[in-house]
């Protein structure tokens, strides 16, 4: 039988050293307490904190985005996706903005540099 304690600590670490992979991490922390029957309490959180990290996940895939937009991810190619996705960037940035409550300013740039460095993309093509 696992240590459901210890699997949800794990959980907690990952959500808060920033993952742009925010949601999967939520629920799997959220399942284990469920199955584990214990609280968030029992593993050093609240539901305060999780919002506090969802939005700081929030931020942190509008950040990767933003990074496969202006080139600054090169080592993490989009592969196949590429060409489907490129042009979906300055919307999937917006969205995660918006699910996090945040604005461009919190991600360091303005919607205009957005824009511009989605048009750079397509000009590329």
């Not at 029992?42 to 950040?63: N, S, W």
């Not at 080139?71 to 979906?88: F, S, V």
């Not at 919190?106 to 048009?119: F, H, K, N, S, Y």
């Amino acid at each position: 039988m696992p240590d459901f304690q210890k699997v949800a600590s794990n959980a907690l670490t990952k959500l808060r050293s920033g993952t742009k992979d925010y949601e999967m991490w939520l629920k799997h922390l959220r399942h284990v307490v469920k199955e584990g029957r214990f609280t968030l309490k029992d593993v050093g959180t609240t539901e305060e904190e999780l919002e506090e990290l969802r939005i700081k996940g929030c931020l942190e895939r509008a950040k990767m985005w933003l990074g496969h937009l202006n080139g600054e991810r090169p080592n993490e190619p989009l592969g196949e996706l590429a060409k489907n996705i490129r042009p979906k960037l300055p919307g999937l940035i917006e969205d995660e903005l918006r699910v996090g409550g945040l604005t461009f300013g919190d991600l360091g740039v303005t919607r205009e540099e957005i824009e511009l460095m989605a048009v750079k993309i397509a000009e590329k093509k």
